[in-house]
């Protein structure tokens, strides 16, 4: 069973178009990330929502709007595509407490032509 | 604030070797501190982690790190590398007081045969 997943694993798209991202955690956890890896392999948070409330907003431009319907579900809607955005997007889910971790689903290589 | 600095781009060993891959981090409250993997087009692996307790903690693999609060330092280290170690590392910090994940810029690591 996959703990993080993320859908599409690949996305190939024309700059100015809008696009979606799905992330799904059968984990259990109340929070839940979006992280962007760029051509250099850095990682930055973008969003977080615990129990479906938005608490981590990073510098990342409006165009990105996360939407979580249910704890369970983490998504990531682009507007107006820029070639900029093309990058790796990881979804995670975190455990709290003395356990805390958190797992990444295997990611959504989107490229923007 | 809170950042974590991987020193080194790459490390290279010879298979057999102890492998050691160096972080620092900064935090204002305490750290609760992190080591992932990621292989190529895969997504983050947890490796181990650093709440509270010993300050030697053991992982997956055969990895362990030593959390080190007077040299705010958490390297993680294996007795003897293998091939199937060569892959990206990370190093990430949490504040006590924070829910967001600080990651390093990664390590390659290249263990040859």
């Known amino acids: 069973d996959t703990a993080v997943s993320q859908t599409p694993k690949y996305l190939v798209t024309q700059m100015g178009n809008d696009k979606s991202i799905k992330c799904e955690q059968n984990l259990g956890h109340d929070t839940m990330y979006w992280y962007k890896q760029d051509s250099k392999k850095f990682l930055k948070i973008m969003f977080s929502y615990n129990n479906k409330e938005l608490i981590i907003n990073e510098t990342v431009p409006n165009r990105f709007s996360p939407k979580s319907p249910d704890k369970a579900h983490l998504n990531l809607h682009i507007n107006s595509l820029e070639l900029g955005d093309s990058a790796v997007y990881f979804c995670a889910s975190r455990r709290q407490g003395a356990q805390e971790t958190q797992y990444f689903g295997p990611g959504t290589r989107l490229l923007v032509l | 604030a809170q950042s974590v600095a991987q020193p080194e781009d790459q490390v290279n060993v010879a298979e057999g070797n102890p492998l050691t891959v160096k972080c620092t981090y900064s935090?204002?409250?305490?750290?609760?501190l992190f080591w992932y993997v990621q292989y190529p087009n895969r997504g983050l692996q947890f490796l181990l982690k650093?709440?509270?307790?010993?300050?030697l903690v053991k992982g997956s693999y055969g990895f362990e790190a030593e959390f080190n609060k007077s040299q705010t330092s958490f390297h993680l280290k294996k007795p003897s590398a293998l091939v199937s170690d060569s892959a990206l590392y990370f190093c990430a910090v949490r504040d006590s007081g924070d829910y967001k994940l600080s990651f390093g810029a990664g390590t390659t690591v290249t263990v040859r045969a």
């Open positions: 650093y709440i509270t307790g010993d300050n």
């Open positions: 935090v204002s409250g305490n750290p609760y």
